[in-house]
């Protein structure tokens, strides 16, 4: 088993007067494996970004707190909220906007960037729902290739699962795919993973290993990103 130790202070900060932001990848200058964007993001209320370009790119949103509005050429359009993991196929080209849709509060997020396993694919949209239950003592799954358990596609061997994990519990994450690595980062609480404290905003990303056991000290929420690690690391 081998591992990366990402602490919350290590992340790249960066705040102007609508957003502020930490990231633990920068995509095209950073990575872990597949995982090249990893950005916790504080919206002010009513900002956001207005219609703009990607390409060649799976990008997802976990809200934390609040509600994004999201519009696309796909034609997709809506409010993203909180038990929502949403997913966005760029393909060939898509032009989409995300704000803050409250007018009054912030916007917590986690934007989340893997690169594809085939590249020009068709623009793809999605949002996988679930109740806060459906995570509670366990790993869901939101994403993955071949949209197993219910889970929505994502282009590539990835898969991304959530969890709120009460204190004194513990789970065990065991890979979906031989040879892949997962980034676990902690969003609340304080869980232990291979002898290691991870407080909010920590996270570890760990390789060559088939499970991981995730205990938890307080009521932990938890993101799961398993990635092929071809590309190696860098961070």
């Known amino acids: 088993m081998k591992y990366i130790l990402k602490r919350s202070s290590d992340r790249m900060h ?41 390409q060649n790119m799976e990008i997802s949103t976990i809200v934390l707190s609040g509600a994004q ?15 929502s993991v949403q997913t ?6 898509i032009m989409h906007s995300e704000f803050n849709a409250s007018a009054s509060e912030e916007f917590h997020s986690y934007q989340i960037w893997v690169y594809p396993k085939k ?3 068709l623009p793809r949209h999605a949002k996988f729902d679930y109740q806060p239950e459906d995570k509670l003592n366990k790993v869901l799954l939101a994403l993955s290739p071949d949209e ?14 959530v969890s709120k994990l009460q204190a004194g519990e513990s789970i065990v ?36 290993t088939d ?20 590309k190696g690391i860098t961070i």
């Open 69 to 83: 509005a999201h519009k696309d050429d796909t034609g997709s359009e809506g409010v993203l909220t909180q038990n």
């Open 148 to 161: 197993r358990g219910q889970s929505n596609l994502i282009n590539q061997d990835a898969f991304f699962s």
């Open 211 to 230: 499970q991981i056991t995730i205990l938890a000290h307080e009521d932990a929420d938890l993101i799961f990103v398993e990635v092929p690690m071809q």
């Open 88 to 93: 966005m196929s760029a393909g060939t080209g």
């Open 173 to 208: 994450y065991k890979m979906n795919i031989s040879g892949n690595g997962v980034y676990v980062h902690c969003g609340s609480g304080t869980v232990e993973i291979i002898d290691k404290h991870l407080l909010a905003g920590d996270a570890l990303g760990i390789y060559e």
């Open 119 to 121: 590249q020009n694919v």
């Open 14 to 54: 960066k705040k102007d007067a609508w957003k502020e932001s930490w990231y633990a990848f920068v995509p095209y200058q950073s990575h872990f494996g597949e995982l090249c964007g990893f950005a916790d993001d504080i919206v002010n209320a009513g900002k956001g970004f207005g219609m703009h370009p990607h």
